[in-house]
C-alpha cells in the first residue's frame, strides 16, 4: 500500500498555499526589494558638490580662469561683472572673481558656503603660481568599507523582513485558518499536533530563503553592499532569526479568533521594534536610560548581530549573545504557543 | 462496559455554553442516544435543538457539561488517537484551503490515516474525479459538500459523522450524497448524520431521533414514528359556501375513520386510517352542508407530519410545566 508522509504533506500545502497568492509574494518578496531600492537610491552617496565660481571675462584673468575650468573641484560661470555681481546676489555663485583694483573675491559673508568656497579658489590659484606648503602634510581621502548608509540599511531591512515574515507568515495564516473552521478540521483528524506547527515553521524558514537572498543581492548589485561574513554566519543568524519570529507570531496567534485581533497585535508588537530596533536608524541615537529595554527587543539583537555578520564580518562565535536571546524568544513563545493553542 | 454491537452511547448528556457578559445557554438538557452498529441514525430537529452540539461533543470537539459519552466502545480524554483513527467527520461549516485543489486537499487528509481509501477512488465515489485539479475556490457549493464529505470518506472510517451533509445541494446532488452514506452502510458502517429534511430522514436513515430544545423526544424508525401518531393517511381539502359561512372543524370529526382533524393554513387536515370508508362519507358530508369542494388531496403521513406534531406537542406541554408550580 502506498505510504503518505503527513509531514511531507503538511508542509507541501503550506507551500502550495503561500505560493498561489499572489498578493503574499508580493509583500513578502516584491516590497521589500522596491523598498531597498527607493531608499537606497534616496540615501546614495553623492560626490562632494563642486564649488560654483563666477569669473568677470576680462583678459587679466584669464590665467586664473583657465586654472578654475582645468580643475573638476571648480564649476565656473563667466560673464561681466555686473552678471557675476547678480550670480552672487541670487546663490548661483558662491565667490566671484573681478578685476577691479587689482584682483578681487567678491562674496557674500552671510553665506556658509562662501568663506570655503573663497578658501578653495583662492588655495587654488595660488598654488598654481607657485605657492608651496611652510609644512608637508599629506591629506589621505577615507571612504571605510561599508561606512554608507545604504550598508547600514540592508541588514536593518533583513532584519525587519525576517520579523514580518515571521510574525505574518505564521500568525496571519493561523488565524484565517481557525476563522476557516479549517483548524477545528483538522484537529478532528489523527493529525499530530506536532506535525502541523512543525509545516507552519518548515515553510516559513524555506521562505526566507529566496527573501534573504533576494535582498542582499540587490544590495549587492545595485549599491555594491558588501558581504564581508561568511555566508553559514549569515544563514545561522538569520535562521534562528526566522525561527525566533516565527515563534512569536504563533504565540500572538494560539489565541486570536479575529483577523482584527491579529492585526492589532502584530502592530502593537512590530511598532516599537521599527522605532527602536535599528532598522533606519541607528538605535544608539536613543537615550541612555531606554537602551535596556531597546536593547531587550529580539529586532535588536537580530539587527545587531546581522550588521556584525553581513557588514563586519564578524564569526558566528562572536555572536553568541544576540543568538541566545533570539534562541530564548522563539522557544519561550512557541512552548507558550504551544499551551494555549486554540483549535476551535 | 463497553458494547461492541453500539456505535454510540450518550447518557444523560448536558452542555452549558458559557459567554461572558451573556447568559449561559442551555443547548443540552439530559439528551440520551444510542446509535446501533452499522444503522444510519439521523438527528432530525429544528433550528437551535442542540444537534451540532451533540454531534460535535460525539466527535471529540466539544467537551460535554456533564453526562456519559462512549463512542465505538471507547472514550474522549482517553483513546483520542484511536478514535480518530476510526471516525470521520464532516462539519456543518468548514471552509478548506481555498488555494489547493481537490485531489491536493483530499491527499493531504488521507496522509492522517494510518489505513484508508486510495484518494482517487474517493473522488471517483462521490463524483468529483474531473474535478481533482480544480483549486478550492472554483467549485460550486454543492461541489465543495461533496468534497468535504470525501475527506470524511477518505481515511475509512466505522463511524462516519455528518452534520447537515446536504443542505443547500440541489435534488440531484442530495441523491449523490445518500448513494455515498448508503455505500457506506453496505459495508456494514455506522453513520450518524444531521438534517432538516424529512425526506432524506425518511429515505436514508434506518432510525430517526427528533431532537427539541436539547433533548430526544422521539426515536425509532420512520415507519414507527409515523405509526405512532395513528393513522395511515392525510385528507387535505378546502370548500367554500356561496350561501353562508364555512363550518369549523368539529363538522369532520366524526367521520368514519378519522383520528384527528386540524385546521391548515388554508383548509381541513384529516388524518385518516381508510381513506376509502372516509371520502365519500365527506363528499356526502359536504353536499349536506351545500358547500363546494375547492381542493381534495391525500397522501401518506410523512414524517414532517410526525415532526410538527412532536414538536408542536411538545412546545404546549413545555408552556404548561412552566406554568406549573
Ligand atoms: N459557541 C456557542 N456559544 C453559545 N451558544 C451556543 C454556541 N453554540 C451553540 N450555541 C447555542 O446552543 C443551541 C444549540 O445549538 P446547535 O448549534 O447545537 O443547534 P443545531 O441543532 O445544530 O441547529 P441548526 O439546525 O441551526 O444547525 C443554540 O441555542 C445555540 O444558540
Ligand atoms: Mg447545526
Known sequence: MKRYSPNW?????????????????????????????????????KPPDKVQVAIEGARVLSDIRRTLEDDPAFQTFVGSAAQCEAWIRKGEAAVAIVYGEGIEYHADPTRPEAALARLKVDEAI?????????????????????????????????????????????????????????????????????????????????????????????????????????????????????????????????????????????????????????????????????????????????????????TDGASLASQGVPLLILAAYGLVSFVLALRYFRWT | MSNATQAVVCRDLRKRYVTRGQAPVDALVGLELTAESGECLGLLGPNGAGKTTTIEILEGLLEPTSGEVEVLGMRWGVDDEALRQRIGISLQETRLADKLTVAETLRLFRSFYHRGNDPMETLDVVQLAEKRHARLDTLSGGQKQRLAVACALVGEPELLFLDEPTTGLDPQSRRDVWDIVRRHKERGRTTLLTT??????????????????????AVGSPAELIQRIGGEHVIDFAVQNSHGPVPGVEAFGDLPSVRDCRLDSDGFRLTVGAPHECIPALVARLSVHRLELTRLTTRHVSLEDVFVNLTGRRLTAEELADKGP
Not at chain 1, 12 to 28: D, K, N, S
Request: aromatic share 12%.
Open chain 1, 9 to 45: 504533506e503538511l508542509f507541501l500545502c503550506r507551500m502550495r498555499m503561500f505560493y498561489r497568492e499572489p498578493e503574499a509574494i508580493f509583500w513578502t518578496y516584491g516590497f521589500p526589494v522596491l523598498l531597498t531600492i527607493g531608499l537606497g537610491v534616496a540615501f546614495r552617496t
Open chain 1, 126 to 310: 595660488q598654488r598654481a603660481a607657485g605657492r608651496s606648503d611652510a609644512v608637508g602634510i599629506k591629506s589621505v581621502e577615507v571612504t571605510a568599507r561599508g561606512a554608507r548608509y545604504i550598508d547600514f540599511l540592508i541588514p536593518g531591512l533583513v532584519g525587519m523582513n525576517l520579523m514580518g515574515g515571521g510574525l505574518w507568515g505564521i500568525g496571519f495564516v493561523t488565524v484565517d485558518m481557525r476563522i476557516r473552521k479549517l483548524l477545528k478540521r483538522l484537529v478532528a483528524t489523527p493529525m499530530r499536533k506536532r506535525d502541523f506547527f512543525l509545516s507552519l515553521i518548515g515553510s516559513r524558514m524555506v521562505f526566507t530563503v529566496p527573501e534573504m537572498l533576494l535582498l542582499l543581492l540587490t544590495g549587492w548589485m545595485l549599491f555594491r553592499v558588501a558581504i564581508e561574513g561568511s555566508w553559514l554566519a549569515i544563514a545561522v543568524v538569520a535562521g534562528v532569526g526566522a525561527l525566533s519570529f516565527a515563534g512569536l507570531g504563533l504565540f500572538l496567534a494560539s489565541r486570536a479568533r479575529k483577523i482584527e485581533t491579529i492585526s492589532g497585535l502584530m502592530n502593537a508588537v512590530m511598532l516599537p521594534m521599527w522605532i527602536f530596533s535599528g532598522i533606519f536608524f541607528s538605535s544608539k541615537r536613543f537615550p541612555d536610560v531606554l537602551q535596556p529595554f531597546i536593547q531587550a527587543l529580539p529586532l535588536t539583537q537580530l539587527n545587531n548581530a546581522l550588521r556584525a555578520v553581513i
Open chain 2, 196 to 217: 432538516h429534511y424529512m425526506d432524506e430522514a425518511e429515505r436514508l436513515c434506518d432510525r430517526v431521533a427528533v431532537v427539541d430544545r436539547g433533548k430526544v423526544i
